[in-house]
């Protein structure tokens, strides 16, 4: 396959389509702002990327499968509009894309040099924690050694893994899963009375957890059948607010999957039905719902769809402020400050990464406790300045995740390409600095 010698707008969308990308998807895997790739595609070829993004999709490309570089050359052939394309560059009414938010580089021997290094590059990871003894616990779990758990065992087992990963000690959420899924069974055979529905409580919790650390490590698919699991215990302990919280699960597992339509309408449906079922009557029922509402947000920004986002961010903040302080109920970390981190986050997916690192400014950090919250608002900082073109900001920011929780740096893909692309996009003496840090937290470039 020819390489491209400089990208227009329409090649651009060209790529987008053969990797079958949304436009948000596609402006997050380069780490551009979303305005910045609808502009390519409404533009086509009277407009060319600035240097840095020529540079990340030179690499993008050379990364793609064979199937996808074969769409990508049909797409080019005819157009991404079924229109012949001509060989020639772009006429003289095409304009180079300067990158409306961010800082451009006019370096132009810096952006040769850059891109000479990066049609070279492969950019990789660290190695992802050891998942396959959880599979394999998962999937078909052995009867556990020994004396089994009692319900109170049970009860601080399942708490302890919760408490493990809201510190972003994912290893060891691991290993303490892979004892707890066999001691499930034993547990449900040994309650009676009123400790069955109980028992099902922990065991939608339990397989909420096995759901989330499998989101984080990047394992979409089987974080869904985890997530399955989590809602079918709940549905059989009868408890609304068990209900509710096994759906945020699976929304989070649907939007891991691509299917943010559904997510929106879950966690939209399951927040009306505790709402129903309830009244909202416990500091519990209240955090979840408030939760649930957020994870809906965060689902819609992913469809572009801004009004369904802020509509549900004010329920959210209408939620917070019923309960009245920030906390950890039902392990939500739900409150006021935690309805202003979606906002962050929010902001970033719909590709307002300036307004997400002025929401970001006004964070009460004292009042973000959990490590996993805090290290996440730091992650969206970084993908906020990077996205911007601001690589030192970036990069300053990361390094204050990891300060935070090494192993939300060490153990999530996602975050881990920020990292990779810091390395990619930055020059001289911040990229430097970018390549150093990745490899003292262990990721290789």
Not at 148 to 162: D, E
Not at 178 to 195: H, I, N
Not at 214 to 233: F, N, P, W, Y
Request: glycine residues 8%.
């Amino acid at each position: 396959m020819a390489p491209v010698t400089t990208w227009t707008g329409q090649d651009a969308n060209a790529l987008r389509n053969a990797l079958r990308m949304s436009v948000t998807a596609f402006a997050e895997y380069l780490g551009a702002a979303r305005r910045t790739v609808a502009k390519w595609s409404s533009q086509g070829e009277k407009v060319r990327p600035r240097a840095d993004m020529q540079a990340a999709l030179d690499t993008v490309l050379s990364r793609a499968t064979p199937e996808v570089r074969e769409r990508f050359e049909a797409l080019r052939a005819v157009g991404t509009s079924g229109a012949a394309v001509g060989a020639a560059w772009p006429d003289g009414g095409a304009h180079a894309d300067t990158g409306d938010d961010g800082d451009g580089d006019s370096d132009s021997d810096g952006d040769v040099r850059r891109r000479d290094l990066l049609r070279g590059a492969a950019i990789s990871v660290a190695a992802a924690p050891n998942v396959a003894p959880l599979l394999d616990a998962l999937c078909s779990p052995a009867y556990s050694e020994g004396a089994p758990l009692s319900f109170p065992q049970f009860t601080r087992a399942v708490g302890a893994a919760k408490i493990d990963y809201q510190a972003c000690r994912y290893e060891r959420v691991l290993d303490r899963l892979v004892t707890l899924l066999p001691s499930l069974e034993p547990v449900k055979s040994g309650a009676d009375g009123d400790q069955r529905p109980r028992v099902e409580v922990l065991a939608a919790d339990l397989y909420h957890v096995v759901g989330s650390v499998l989101l984080k490590v990047g394992d979409h698919g089987m974080a869904l059948v985890a997530a399955e699991r989590s809602t079918r215990a709940a549905a059989r302990s009868q408890d609304p607010v068990a209900i509710a919280a096994s759906a945020r699960i699976m929304t989070h597992a649907l939007m891991g999957n691509g299917h943010d339509a559904q997510a929106v309408a879950l966690a939209g449906n399951a927040a009306d039905s505790l709402d129903r079922d309830t009244r909202l009557a416990s500091t519990d029922a209240v955090a979840v719902y408030g939760a649930l509402v957020l994870r809906g947000a965060i689902a819609a920004a992913r469809r572009d769809d801004r009004d369904t986002a802020h509509a549900m961010l004010d329920e959210a903040t209408r939620a917070a402020t019923r309960l009245g302080y920030d906390g950890n109920d039902r392990w939500t970390g739900f409150g006021a400050t935690n309805v202003v981190l979606h906002r962050i986050n929010i902001a970033l997916t719909l590709g307002d990464a300036g307004t997400a690192i002025a929401i970001a400014r006004t964070v009460p950090l004292d009042k973000v406790t959990l490590a996993e919250r805090r290290a996440s608002l730091h992650v969206d900082v970084a993908r906020a300045y990077t996205q911007w073109g601001r690589y030192e900001h970036g990069l300053s920011a990361l390094r204050t995740a990891y300060e935070v929780a090494p192993e939300e740096i060490r153990c999530r893909p996602a975050v881990q390409r920020i990292a990779g692309d810091l390395a990619m996009l930055a020059n001289g003496s911040v990229r430097t600095a970018a390549v150093d840090f990745a490899h003292d937290a262990g990721i290789r470039l």
